[in-house]
């Protein structure tokens, strides 16, 4: 595989990225192009979640918009999630499990095990929610990270069956909250596009058949909780207005 990209007349190393068209990898893709002028190896794994369509659709809708950034953008690495090796997959199972963490970060494991380089990781600052099941990533990780993000050598006993399970990923997002990203990204010029990234797990379909955010998953909670950005009923999929909160009560989205 080529793992390089030109930037003038140089030829230069990407930074590999999970990307996914969300809120936290959109962020760290457009930093990492249109502020740090670096070149990047976008990664996704394919996978059966109902917001597939979607996700791409979106990342094929940034990358147009991100032509500007020329050939510092690398084709993104399209992965077909049966295509990983499966021997790590109950242990890392298990491991997540013991942590309650989120089972997404086994494709990611396996994928990284068998790629030749570091790769970049957009999870945000921990934050408390109200949802239990799963613990935030950047709970459990934060203590075993440096000042850049990369897992220490040397981490709590209890811990070290995770270490193993991150190994080679780097976690450059773990400080920054979503509306943080939202300021340096408005401040860079790039607000539009952190706007538009695609975050619901579970879209719902308008007549027209375009799929809207369904505004009840966890990262649409996150995303209007955090940000303050509400889903209108006339299909438009982000609004730009605060949520409106209503009299000694929590505000809900309005759902197309
Ligand atoms: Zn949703």
Same mark, same amino acid.
């Given at each position: 595989?080529?793992h390089s990209?030109?930037?003038?007349?140089?030829?230069?190393?990407?930074?590999?990225?999970?990307?996914?068209?969300?809120?936290?990898?959109?962020?760290?893709?457009? *930093?990492? +192009?249109?502020?740090?002028? %670096?070149?990047?190896? $976008?990664?996704?794994?394919?996978?059966? &979640?109902?917001? !597939? @369509?979607?996700?791409?659709?979106?990342? *094929?809708? +940034?990358?147009?918009?991100? %032509?500007?950034?020329? $050939?510092?953008?690398?084709?993104?690495? &399209?992965?077909? !999630? @049966?295509?990983?090796?499966?021997?790590?997959?109950?242990?890392?199972?298990?491991?997540?499990?013991?942590?309650?963490?989120?089972?997404?970060?086994?494709?990611?494991? !396996?994928?990284r095990?068998?790629?030749?380089?570091?790769?970049?990781?957009?999870?945000?600052?921990?934050?408390?929610?109200?949802?239990?099941?799963?613990?935030?990533?950047?709970?459990?990780?934060?203590?075993?990270?440096?000042?850049?993000?990369?897992?220490?050598?040397?981490?709590?006993?209890?811990?070290?069956?995770?270490?193993?399970?991150?190994?080679?990923?780097?976690?450059p997002?773990?400080?920054?909250?979503?509306?943080?990203?939202?300021?340096?990204?408005?401040?860079?010029?790039?607000?539009?596009?952190?706007?538009r990234?695609?975050?619901?797990?579970?879209?719902?379909?308008?007549?027209?058949?375009?799929?809207?955010?369904?505004?009840?998953c966890r990262?649409?909670?996150?995303?209007?909780?955090?940000?303050?950005?509400?889903?209108?009923?006339?299909?438009?999929?982000?609004?730009?207005?605060?949520?409106?909160?209503?009299?000694?009560?929590?505000?809900?989205?309005?759902?197309?």
């Amino acid at each position: 595989m080529l793992h390089s990209a030109r930037h003038g007349s140089l030829i230069v190393e990407p930074t590999d990225l999970f990307w996914t068209g969300g809120w936290d990898s959109t962020f760290r893709l457009c *930093q990492l +192009l249109l502020e740090q002028r %670096a070149a990047v190896q $976008p990664i996704y794994i394919e996978n059966r &979640r109902r917001s !597939r @369509r979607a996700e791409l659709k979106t990342m *094929q809708m +940034l990358q147009t918009r991100l %032509a500007s950034a020329g $050939p510092l953008l690398l084709p993104t690495l &399209r992965v077909d !999630r @049966r295509s990983l090796a499966l021997a790590h997959r109950s242990r890392n199972l298990r491991i997540l499990r013991h942590h309650r963490l989120g089972f997404q970060y086994d494709q990611l494991a !396996r994928f990284r095990e068998s790629y030749p380089h570091e790769i970049e990781i957009g999870i945000e600052k921990p934050h408390r929610t109200r949802n239990v099941r799963h613990v935030q990533a950047g709970f459990v990780l934060a203590p075993m990270l440096d000042a850049n993000g990369r897992l220490r050598d040397t981490v709590p006993e209890e811990l070290r069956d995770l270490r193993q399970l991150f190994d080679g990923m780097r976690f450059p997002l773990v400080h920054l909250t979503k509306p943080e990203m939202l300021r340096i990204a408005e401040a860079a010029g790039y607000g539009e596009l952190l706007r538009r990234t695609w975050s619901c797990l579970t879209p719902a379909r308008t007549p027209r058949r375009n799929a809207v955010p369904c505004g009840r998953c966890r990262p649409c909670r996150l995303r209007i909780a955090r940000c303050r950005i509400v889903i209108t009923k006339s299909g438009a999929r982000i609004a730009r207005q605060p949520a409106v909160r209503r009299r000694g009560r929590r505000s809900r989205p309005s759902v197309a």
